[in-house]
């Protein structure tokens, strides 16, 4: 008895054997494809896009070959595959082993002439086996663009909302030579590719949503449009002047705005007016030594919100500049750090500071920062910091300051805030100790557009309606 054991296990051992070794043939095979539809957001022509795949997975316990895996929009698709390695248009009898699975690679290039507005570019992919077909579906967002490489700005230029506008290598604006950027574009900015600014930038944005004008990274698709330093940022160099940026949107760069060196007129080197710069990784605002006004802007979820070294000149009026620690950048330096010294090879160097900062929110969450607003001084240059009207969070005062009015250490009470979701809306609740407690100034409208009071002004760059 114990022999014909053995060898009924023997037998049994070589039955599953040569069953894996078999191919189901029945189109009741169970097959699992790992997606249904896969979609791509905007793809700029000739730039291409990121792969994306699926997985066709075999759950028998026998082989399965695959009749073929067919790109239904044959060899002209604006779609490309490639199928456990072999390059479609078509890929047939194809084997997977039992409880194996083959991976399916998906590329979208869109077609140069496609005109100007984005179009919507579909496609399938059938899967077939035993008779049964399995589809899944391709959908992409394409779009023209003006390709710039290296683009130099060497006599006066305006760019138009015609197209939108891909920069790769790097943007520079000439000494002495404007670059005008009227309301509706969008630049969209390659990874390695800095802004630079010798010459004048004017950003013609306006209020409503279509019009304002936005830089950000060239990369749209999921997870990448969300992180931060995709693009170098806007650096102003010591001889760039006059720079005006009006309702302008700039966003996931390494450093948003860069200023160095004082103006070289009376004018400040930078005006930003009603602006978001948001997920910045380094900062949001650097400036060093400069000059800079900001008005009802928005400074949000940066690793340095703003960051005044070495003195300069700088007004901040309707400002709101808060943090959270998310996903993608903890909160650990304050919003707000002003100095009139820089250290550099153990050599401190210090300027005239002139600051002042009024009806103007300074908040963070998240990251265990007790002081969000920092100011030091060092040497004996003129130092004037003057904070008016405002709402902070600060465990510590500052010293070396003038401030008149403060609200310290009271939730302004933004009205939605989801760092799961990536979701910050900065405008104030009901009931937000912001609420009609600033100071009246010239300043008339808020980040929206829309019309403040006469009479009292809330803190912040938005006004409660």
């Given at each position: 008895?114990?022999?014909?054991?053995?060898?009924?296990?023997?037998?049994?051992?070589?039955f599953?054997?040569?069953?894996?070794?078999?191919?189901?043939?029945?189109?009741?095979?169970?097959?699992a494809i790992t997606?249904?539809?896969?979609?791509y957001?905007?793809?700029f022509?000739t730039?291409?896009?990121?792969?994306?795949s699926?997985?066709?997975v075999?759950?028998?316990?026998?082989?399965?070959?695959?009749?073929?895996?067919?790109?239904?929009g044959g060899?002209?698709?604006?779609?490309?595959i490639?199928?456990?390695g072999?390059?479609?248009?078509e890929?047939?009898?194809?084997?997977i082993?039992?409880n194996?699975?083959?991976?399916?690679?998906?590329q979208v290039?869109?077609?140069?002439?496609?005109g100007?507005?984005p179009?919507?570019i579909?496609?399938?992919?059938q899967v077939s086996?035993?008779g049964?077909?399995?589809?899944?579906?391709?959908e992409a967002?394409?779009q023209?663009?003006?390709?710039?490489?290296?683009?130099?700005?060497?006599t006066?230029e305006?760019w138009?909302?015609?197209?939108?506008?891909?920069i790769?290598?790097?943007l520079?604006?000439?000494?002495?030579?404007?670059?005008?950027?009227?309301?509706?574009?969008?630049?969209?900015?390659?990874a390695?590719?800095?802004i630079?600014?010798?010459?004048?930038?004017?950003?013609?944005g306006?209020?409503?949503?279509?019009?304002r004008?936005?830089?950000q990274g060239?990369?749209?698709?999921?997870?990448?449009?969300y992180?931060?330093?995709?693009?170098p940022?806007i650096?102003?160099?010591?001889?760039?002047?006059n720079?005006?940026l009006?309702y302008a949107v700039i966003?996931?760069?390494y450093?948003?705005?860069?200023?160095?060196?004082?103006?070289?007129?009376?004018?400040?080197?930078?005006?930003?007016n009603?602006?978001v710069i948001d997920?910045?990784?380094?900062?949001?605002?650097i400036?060093?030594?400069?000059s800079?006004?900001?008005?009802?802007c928005?400074?949000?979820?940066?690793?340095?919100?703003?960051?005044?070294?070495?003195?300069?000149?700088y007004?901040?009026i309707?400002?709101?500049?808060a943090?959270y620690?998310n996903?993608?950048?903890q909160?650990k330096?304050p919003?707000?750090?002003?100095?009139?010294?820089?250290t550099?090879?153990?050599?401190?160097?210090?300027s005239?500071?002139?600051?002042?900062f009024?009806n103007?929110i300074?908040?963070?969450e998240?990251g265990?920062?007790?002081?969000?607003?920092?100011v030091?001084?060092?040497?004996?240059?003129v130092?004037?910091?003057?904070?008016?009207?405002?709402l902070?969070?600060?465990?510590?005062?500052?010293?070396?300051?003038d401030?008149?009015?403060?609200?310290n250490n009271?939730?302004p009470?933004?009205?939605?805030?989801?760092?799961?979701l990536n979701?910050?809306?900065?405008?104030?609740?009901?009931?937000?100790p912001?609420?009609n407690?600033?100071v009246?100034?010239?300043?008339?409208?808020?980040?929206?557009?829309?019309i403040?009071?006469?009479?009292?002004p809330?803190l912040?760059?938005?006004?409660?309606?």
């Amino acid at each position: 008895m114990k022999t014909l054991g053995i060898l009924s296990i023997s037998i049994l051992a070589i039955f599953f054997a040569c069953k894996k070794d078999s191919f189901i043939t029945s189109p009741d095979a169970i097959v699992a494809i790992t997606a249904d539809t896969l979609k791509y957001d905007t793809v700029f022509v000739t730039s291409g896009s990121i792969t994306q795949s699926f997985k066709i997975v075999n759950q028998n316990n026998q082989k399965l070959r695959l009749t073929s895996v067919k790109l239904m929009g044959g060899s002209g698709s604006a779609f490309k595959i490639n199928v456990d390695g072999a390059i479609g248009p078509e890929v047939n009898n194809l084997e997977i082993n039992a409880n194996d699975s083959v991976y399916v690679f998906v590329q979208v290039n869109v077609d140069p002439g496609s005109g100007n507005l984005p179009l919507v570019i579909r496609d399938s992919i059938q899967v077939s086996y035993n008779g049964k077909n399995k589809v899944v579906q391709l959908e992409a967002w394409g779009q023209n663009a003006h390709f710039l490489v290296n683009k130099e700005i060497t006599t006066n230029e305006t760019w138009n909302n015609d197209l939108p506008y891909v920069i790769l290598g790097y943007l520079y604006v000439a000494p002495n030579r404007t670059l005008t950027i009227n309301k509706g574009c969008r630049i969209y900015v390659n990874a390695g590719a800095p802004i630079i600014i010798d010459g004048t930038l004017q950003v013609n944005g306006e209020k409503d949503t279509a019009d304002r004008v936005y830089f950000q990274g060239e990369r749209l698709d999921d997870p990448y449009k969300y992180f931060p330093a995709s693009w170098p940022g806007i650096y102003f160099n010591t001889g760039s002047y006059n720079n005006i940026l009006n309702y302008a949107v700039i966003k996931n760069s390494y450093q948003s705005i860069a200023v160095q060196d004082p103006s070289v007129n009376a004018n400040p080197k930078v005006v930003l007016n009603q602006c978001v710069i948001d997920n910045s990784y380094d900062a949001g605002i650097i400036a060093v030594n400069s000059s800079l006004n900001a008005i009802n802007c928005l400074i949000s979820n940066c690793g340095k919100n703003i960051y005044l070294l070495k003195g300069g000149i700088y007004n901040f009026i309707h400002c709101t500049v808060a943090s959270y620690s998310n996903t993608f950048i903890q909160h650990k330096n304050p919003v707000l750090t002003v100095t009139n010294y820089i250290t550099s090879n153990n050599i401190v160097t210090s300027s005239d500071l002139n600051a002042q900062f009024i009806n103007c929110i300074f908040w963070g969450e998240g990251g265990g920062v007790d002081d969000e607003v920092t100011v030091a001084k060092n040497g004996n240059t003129v130092f004037n910091v003057n904070f008016d009207h405002d709402l902070w969070k600060v465990q510590n005062t500052p010293s070396n300051i003038d401030s008149n009015q403060i609200i310290n250490n009271q939730d302004p009470l933004f009205d939605s805030i989801s760092t799961r979701l990536n979701y910050y809306n900065f405008r104030l609740r009901n009931g937000s100790p912001a609420l009609n407690k600033g100071v009246a100034t010239s300043v008339n409208i808020d980040l929206d557009g829309n019309i403040r009071p006469i009479g009292l002004p809330d803190l912040g760059c938005f006004e409660r309606q």
